[in-house]
């Protein structure tokens, strides 16, 4: 087959050697891009060579020139991401418990892919993704493209709920009998991904981890539409760690050096009232659970419940279990 068939995708075969092989510290001269166009089985002359960058320059692509006459090399300035922010995305997947380890290296294989070859080496994360806890349920694309359709549909859907015994053998939750819910929204908290909806067994709303959701199904029910009033933002803050409980208006109180972790946990609006010099206390919701007690108690004496009294008689049960089971 001749050379010159390739000629037609000359322009998309510059576009992609300057997305990919070139940067600022490796600018392009047009006898550069001749032989790389060569090499890919297209022949071209250096007048239009210069006339096809012009053309993707005037379709957006940001071309810098550099040098003059004979001395005059491009590069492409910025793609679609600026490093920085690609480096972001490589760490959002490295980092991230429920993508797969082997996953994490698709993705982030494709997101070097964005930019040069040259600068691919600064999104290499493999240290890190070995060395991440991660989920080991492959299918858990598949169970995101499903969610997403349902809650776009509508409709409700029914799965499995797995969780593991001491063999770490799978195991299915409620004797492997189908849940089924009515899908809010999908949940990035505490580096596992969550199914936010209404559980009608429950009669509330309920979140389900999606890596350990198997088999689901989309119904021909529609689903139940979450209140006016439902927050996701809100719903994250009260349900520490995803474990839910009753939910009641806690006082609570804390040093002065906690400012920076409360206002981290419970937003920068929570308003903070002044106790005096030394603390201060807020009133917000939270979830009655194991999880907050065990947030609250990490901060020793410089944080406790003011109230209610339901509340403070919760915690110090939680806390005389704790002792107990450490005196067996």
């Given at each position: 087959m ?23 510290q ?18 071209a ?26 001395a ?12 920085a ?10 980092c ?18 964005l ?49 593991y ?56 029910t ?26 009641v ?9 906690l ?6 946990k ?11 010099e ?51």
């Amino acid at each position: 087959m001749p050379r010159s068939s390739n000629q037609k995708l000359k322009l998309l075969y510059l576009a992609d050697i300057f997305l990919h092989e070139s940067d600022e510290q490796h600018p392009l001269s047009v006898k550069d891009i001749i032989s790389k166009l060569s090499a890919r089985g297209v022949d071209a002359e250096r007048k239009s060579v210069y006339s096809d960058i012009e053309t993707l320059m005037l379709n957006g692509m940001d071309i810098c020139r550099i040098g003059e006459s004979s001395a005059t090399k491009y590069y492409l300035t910025e793609g679609d991401f600026q490093l920085a922010e690609l480096q972001l995305l490589a760490d959002a997947v490295a980092c991230s418990k429920f993508i797969t380890e082997k996953k994490s290296v698709e993705l982030i294989k494709k997101i070097e892919r964005l930019t040069s070859v040259y600068q691919a080496h600064a999104l290499d994360r493999t240290v890190i993704v070995a060395n991440r806890v991660k989920t080991i349920n492959e299918r858990i694309y598949y169970n995101i493209q499903t969610l997403h359709e349902a809650i776009q549909n509508g409709v409700k859907i029914d799965f499995l709920y797995f969780g593991y015994d001491m063999n770490k053998k799978k195991q299915y939750r409620s004797d492997g009998a189908r849940y089924e819910m009515s899908p809010y929204t999908l949940a990035w908290e505490d580096e596992n991904y969550y199914c936010v909806g209404w559980y009608e067994k429950y009669d509330k709303i309920a979140n389900f981890r999606v890596d350990r959701m198997e088999d689901i199904r989309l119904t021909e029910t529609p689903a139940l539409k979450p209140d006016k009033s439902f927050n996701i933002t809100d719903y994250s803050k009260r349900v520490f760690g995803m474990f839910s409980g009753e939910m009641v208006k806690a006082d609570l109180q804390f040093d002065k050096s906690l400012i920076t972790v409360v206002l981290d946990k419970f937003g920068a609006d929570t308003r903070i009232k002044k106790i005096d010099e030394n603390n201060f206390h807020i009133n917000v919701d939270v979830n009655v659970s194991p999880t907050f007690f065990g947030w609250l108690l990490q901060f020793g004496g410089k944080a406790k419940v003011l109230g209610p009294d339901s509340l403070k008689q919760d915690m110090k049960k939680h806390i005389d279990e704790v002792l107990a089971s450490m005196k067996e």
